[in-house]
């Protein structure tokens, strides 16, 4: 029943408790402005789908309809279209996942696969593992379902297991119930790290000691800028990982088609809470992504993709090089769309987003990928979208406001005083 609640808004009073902790950020109404053209966005990780053939798109869905119409139109299967299933086992054959069409599961994005796991498996005040900093989008999900989010050291191999093993012990002893280490092993958002295989079997081990599921999210491991895709941690396990991937980096996130590849008894889990959720995703989007991967080179167009990406990411690390003051670091990605930079001792970049965006810049502040207030010297750059040219020029007007920032700070000591609350940041934006 409405109370008074607030006049905006007389429900307020109704909401479920996690509705509650389902806020926007301040800081997004930044992110508006920084949608205008003048700004050269560093902020999204949005895919650039212009260099994907709009014709052939056109094509494949035309002929979908006109040939399996009676099929694309009507509902489907649940767990998604039995042969686009079959096509996901030889995807994820590149990662050397070995699995069968019965244990995928199709959702709307590998974000929804998020959320059906962490439905099935976390009551409130459940403890999710996950790197620092880690996925905003997942850590919304954990949020909605009032996880509790412990945030284990990462180094420039991400995911630390020593520090891993600690983080689920001390929970422990504190009386919590850990229930999901939630990883990105390739080329990480938003960090650009990758595990390396050594890191990858350690991080194995010690989910096996503490009888946790391991989540693998990796929806970029196609975007290996050498054409080496790593080899995913389930290959090694079928039995203790759940595999996420996601055609929108490889095709279009427009598509909205993800899978969770999953040991038996939780993929029917999965399959019950999807339905719950959607009935059955798009048969006319999964038809048509199937008829591409049949008909269309599509690796080569995935080559396509790394090629322009690769140019971008040099692009900014050569520029950061020349535009970033001493005492500024960044990671150098490998393949993916993000660098995660650090800036000098004492910044705070969520309060100079306002002064970059006024110079025709944005980002994402470091504080959104952390639920507990870390990341306040960090900031996100993407290059997927802009071109070299915009990304270079984004790059020089950033360099120049980090300088000025380092002149007031000099002249007034602490500057700004914008602060994001911590995990706050609204997926859509910031992706
Ligand atoms: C690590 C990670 N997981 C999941 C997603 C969600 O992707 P999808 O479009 O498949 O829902 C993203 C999107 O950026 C991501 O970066």
């Keep these: 029943m409405a109370t008074e609640g607030n006049r905006l808004d007389p429900w307020v009073d109704t909401y479920a408790s996690r509705a509650k902790v389902m806020t926007a950020s301040e800081i997004r109404s930044l992110f508006a402005v920084a949608s205008r053209p003048e700004v050269v966005s560093l902020a999204g990780g949005m895919p650039f789908v212009s260099a994907l053939s709009h014709e052939i798109m056109g094509d494949t869905f035309a002929r979908v309809i006109k040939e399996k119409g009676n099929v694309a139109l009507q509902y489907g299967s649940g767990q998604g279209e039995v042969g686009l299933r079959e096509q996901i086992t030889e995807v994820v054959a590149l990662t050397k996942v070995q699995t069968h069409p019965d244990d995928v599961v199709i959702t709307a994005g590998s974000q929804m696969a998020i959320d059906l796991i962490v439905r099935v498996f976390c009551n409130p005040n459940d403890v999710v593992f996950v790197e620092s900093p880690s996925y905003v989008g997942a850590l919304g999900v954990f949020r909605a379902y009032e996880c509790d989010v412990v945030h284990v050291a990462s180094d420039e191999l991400g995911l630390n297991p020593t520090a891993l093993d600690e983080a689920i012990k001390t929970a422990v002893k504190l009386g919590k119930t850990p229930k999901l280490i939630y990883t990105i092993p390739t080329f990480q958002n938003p960090s650009g790290l990758t595990q390396d295989d050594k890191r990858r079997k350690e991080i194995l081990e010690v989910a096996k000691k503490h009888n946790l599921l391991i989540v693998e999210d990796d929806p970029y491991n196609l975007l290996a800028f050498d054409g080496m895709v790593p080899r995913a941690i389930r290959a ?83 520029s950061m090089k020349i535009h970033f003051p001493a005492g500024t670091t960044w990671t150098e990605p490998l393949g993916g769309f993000y660098s995660w930079v650090t800036l000098p001792e004492g910044f705070d970049a969520t309060s100079m987003l306002p002064r970059a965006v006024s110079a025709l810049v944005a980002y994402v502040p470091g504080t959104g990928f952390y639920t507990d207030r870390q990341g306040s010297r ?44 911590s995990g706050d940041l609204t997926a859509p934006d910031v992706i």
């Design 378 to 421: 960090n900031l996100r750059l993407s290059f997927c979208y802009p071109t070299p040219e915009r990304i270079k020029e984004g790059v020089r007007r950033l360099g120049e406001v980090i300088r000025q920032e380092i002149d007031l700070r000099n002249t007034f000591g602490v500057t700004g005083n914008l602060s994001a609350q």
């Design 236 to 318: 090694d396990d079928a039995d203790n990982v759940v595999y996420l991937g996601s055609f929108s980096k490889t095709i279009a996130p427009g598509m909205r088609v993800g899978w969770a590849v999953a040991p038996h008894g939780i993929r029917e889990k999965l399959v019950l809470a999807s339905e719950s959720a959607m009935l059955c995703p798009s048969n006319l989007v999964q038809l048509a992504i199937s008829d591409y991967l049949k008909n269309q080179p599509w690796l080569e167009q995935v080559k396509v993709f790394r090629e322009l990406y690769l140019e971008r990411r040099d692009a900014l690390l050569d």
